[in-house]
């Protein structure tokens, strides 16, 4: 929020001792980059991939094909279906080609479960966007609880079991683990970068 303008006006009779201050202000709206996108609903696909020549010409096989194919459809066709049919003969041609993309694990402790977490967590959230009713909200608040509780949990578990590591580590007397063990653990995974 940016403030343009401030005036105070002495003259008003407000029956306090307090002036009266007008401000002209800007108020910008913080929109998240995700929330601001169109969310993608489906499968990522490894784009990194078309920069390998054989798979580049793959992919521009298969999309020449199957635009091929689509030439032979019939005018009068609905518009929306037309659309569904170059979507889903792209969408064929990336999966065939590029395979899909793998997602990368921040959490060295996530699983499968914490995953099923986030997706009920974002299904009750969409649901009570659509109906803010008293149940719709319980049931969030409820979903909430049960995955944080959960992620706590294994977020313990995997906090035990590196301190148990490097417990391991400082009876063998193995001090390089035991270094590098501690520092990962303070600042995190990093990987190393090799000087050329």
Request: glycine share 6%; net charge positive.
């Amino acid at each position: 929020m940016s403030i343009l303008d401030v005036r105070s006006f002495g003259g008003a009779d407000c029956d306090t001792d307090h002036y009266l201050v007008v401000a002209k202000l800007r108020e910008k709206l913080a929109v998240r980059k995700q929330a601001a996108q169109q969310k993608f609903e489906g499968e990522r696909f490894n784009r990194g991939k078309l920069k390998e020549l054989e798979v580049k010409e793959k992919y521009h096989n298969e999309i020449t094909n199957r635009f091929a194919a689509l030439e032979n459809l019939n005018v009068d066709e609905d518009i929306n279906r037309g659309w569904e049919n170059i979507k889903e003969n792209i969408k064929n041609a990336a999966k065939e080609s590029l395979g899909l993309h793998e997602w990368k694990q921040h959490k060295p402790w996530s699983d499968k479960e914490c995953g099923d977490f986030l997706d009920q967590r974002e299904q009750a959230k969409m649901q009570w966007i659509h109906d803010p009713s008293q149940s719709n909200v319980h049931n969030l608040n409820n979903i909430r609880r049960d995955a944080s509780r959960h992620f706590r949990t294994k977020n313990k578990a995997y906090v035990k079991v590196k301190i148990e590591e490097l417990e391991t580590k400082s009876k063998i007397n193995n001090v390089r683990g035991l270094y590098r063990g501690i520092n990962d653990f303070k600042k995190g995974y990093q990987p190393r970068t090799t000087k050329g």
